[in-house]
């Protein structure tokens, strides 16, 4: 039996087009030989839809379509996710489900046993569990359905489970001799190897082929990098689709010739092809065709506007330099030979003018008290005005540019640097920034090489260094590292890499002080294995202290 890998990107409620799209590569299925397609988790109406599932009109539209796209489909057995009613006399109405569709009819309907609730999944909010396996017969072979986090729960691959049940053992003992698993797994880094060890285990230790099937592409703060697999009854990889995009490979039960993609060569070409994805999808799922981005002269924004360039093409990037009292002529010369590498749109807009007129306005209200933060934040939000004038005027999405480290410690500005649709590097802490920066001159100097020498600045007063207020970055991310994803206290923290506590415990306090910032923040592109917003839940008024 040959089964194709659908692996493709939706849109969440966009039934028509996710529909379209279904038929499409079950057609390119059938050209090639498949006797059976599998598409991801929740195909058919996009995935996560959230609270869209408490819209009764949601749930008919979604089990109309199936309907619809089972008289649309080729005549080979396709599997596809979709929500419908879950007709359970209590609990939720709505279900998690995978269908079958053959002949123009639904010859197999299952409910997703088990549903995660952590991180930032929140399944249980909204779907009833289901109670019955699913296993079916085809072509003399035993399949056996499951949905995502039904297969992250093997006795053999895990020291912890959160869960009794384990489906992939039910169905192993109701006789299985293959396993098709339809998903949508977020990407963070060390993601794709560990779904590729858990699934290879499944395989080894139950002796059957094991047909993972992901979801690719951005929808929201979400992203889910695809790299589909499938692997024989041995443990060895037979089939892998490309990771963050669309493709269709397949894998041949009896043996047959392997269909491998070329994965990420490392870690960091990971991150910037996810993040590429990100802002594409999050730009066009949300309508815009074009972004504006501010160009200081630094690393964080070089690294948006190359981002930028690449995921939407140069003519649909617009960079803007806004020189102020104390920003230096290296940064202005900086952004422009930038625009000039990337090819994208270039402009100046001067804030001197402006943060004078502020000033003249306000020193009467600030009589008797001294310049300090106040009157720096001021020019963060003057850039952060023109900006969204820009975004405003030619319906452009205003990327912001700070990253997951500034983030952290509340080293931003509330409607200054802050401002924007989408935070797309409020996720990399600023080492990775780094690392991203010497991915992309890889070939050749695209981001000035002054831009990655150049001391950390935000330029709000003279001689201003990142480093006047902040420790060095690689020891800032590591406590912060520790701190937000391994929830490891201070005094650990500190003992472990040798730093001293008091740092440590400043640094913590600032991270604590600083989620009302967070939670103002625009949605943030997730790759590490937690992130602010969605996947991180902390109240902004609380009093507790480690």
Not at 218 to 224: I, K, T, V
Not at 253 to 260: F, I, V
Not at 264 to 280: F, H, M, Q, W
Not at 381 to 391: C, P, V
Request: proline share 6%.
């Amino acid at each position: 039996m040959k089964i194709a890998l659908a692996q493709i990107n939706t849109t969440v409620g966009d039934f028509a087009g996710n529909v379209a799209r279904i038929v499409d590569f079950a057609q390119r299925a059938q050209s090639r030989g498949a006797d059976w397609v599998v598409f991801p988790e929740l195909a058919l109406c996009g995935y996560p839809p959230r609270d869209l599932v408490e819209r009764p009109e949601f749930l008919s539209r979604c089990e109309a379509e199936l309907a619809r796209l089972a008289g649309l489909l080729p005549p080979i057995p396709t599997l596809v996710g979709y929500v419908r009613r879950s007709h359970a006399e209590q609990g939720k109405p709505v279900a998690d489900a995978a269908a079958v569709l053959a002949g123009g009819k639904i010859v197999l309907d299952y409910t997703k046993i088990l549903l995660p609730f952590y991180d930032v999944f929140d399944e249980s909010r909204y779907f009833e569990p289901g109670r019955e396996i699913a296993v079916y017969d085809s072509g003399g072979l035993r399949l056996a359905v499951t949905i995502c986090e039904d297969i992250w729960n093997d006795k053999n691959f895990w020291k912890k489970r959160f869960y009794t049940r384990d489906p992939v053992e039910e169905t192993s003992q109701a006789g299985a001799r293959l396993i098709l698993n339809i998903a949508s797994s977020p990407y963070a880094t060390d993601k794709i190897q560990l779904r590729h060890d858990m699934l290879k285990t499944i395989a080894t230790t139950r002796r059957v082929p094991v047909v993972y099937v992901n979801h690719v592409g951005g929808n929201d703060q979400l992203l889910f990098d695809g790299s589909s697999m499938a692997f024989d009854a041995h443990g060895e990889l037979r089939a892998r689709a490309k990771s963050f995009e669309e493709d269709l490979v397949l894998f041949d039960t009896e043996g047959g010739a392997c269909d491998l993609r070329p994965a990420p060569a490392s870690e960091t070409e990971e991150v910037y092809l996810a993040l590429c994805l990100g802002i594409r999808d999050y730009v066009r799922k949300c309508g815009f065709e074009k972004v504006v981005v501010g160009l200081s002269g630094g690393i964080d924004s070089s690294l948006v506007a190359t981002l930028a360039a690449d995921a939407l093409g140069a003519p649909n990037v617009l960079g803007v330099s806004m020189p102020g009292p104390y920003s230096s002529p290296g940064s202005l010369r900086d952004a422009q030979a930038l625009a000039g590498n990337l090819g994208i749109e270039f402009r100046v807009v001067p804030i001197t003018p402006v943060f004078e007129s502020y000033l003249t306005s306000l020193d009467p209200a600030f009589e008797g008290r001294p310049r300090d933060v106040t009157e720096e934040n001021i020019q963060a939000r003057i850039r952060g005005n023109i900006l969204m004038a820009l975004s405003n005027k030619f319906n452009t999405l205003l990327l912001s540019t700070g990253n997951k480290s500034e983030l952290a410690v509340g080293y931003c500005t509330l409607y200054g640097d802050m401002a924007g649709g989408l935070a797309a590097l409020a996720d990399v802490p600023k080492t990775m920034v780094y690392e991203l920066a010497r991915y992309v001159n890889r070939a050749g100097e695209r981001i000035p090489q002054a831009c990655i020498d150049k001391a950390p600045s935000a330029e709000l007063r003279p001689n201003q260094t990142d480093q006047d207020t902040l420790p060095p970055y690689d020891v800032l991310d590591t406590i912060l590292r520790d701190y937000i994803e391994e929830n490891h206290g201070a005094q650990e923290i500190a003992a472990q890499h040798h730093l001293d506590e008091g740092l440590v415990r400043e640094t913590i306090r600032r991270v604590n002080g600083a989620e009302y910032k967070r939670q103002q923040a625009p949605p943030t592109l997730k790759v590490t294995a937690k992130a602010f917003g969605m996947g991180r839940r902390f109240p902004i008024a609380q009093k507790f202290k480690e």
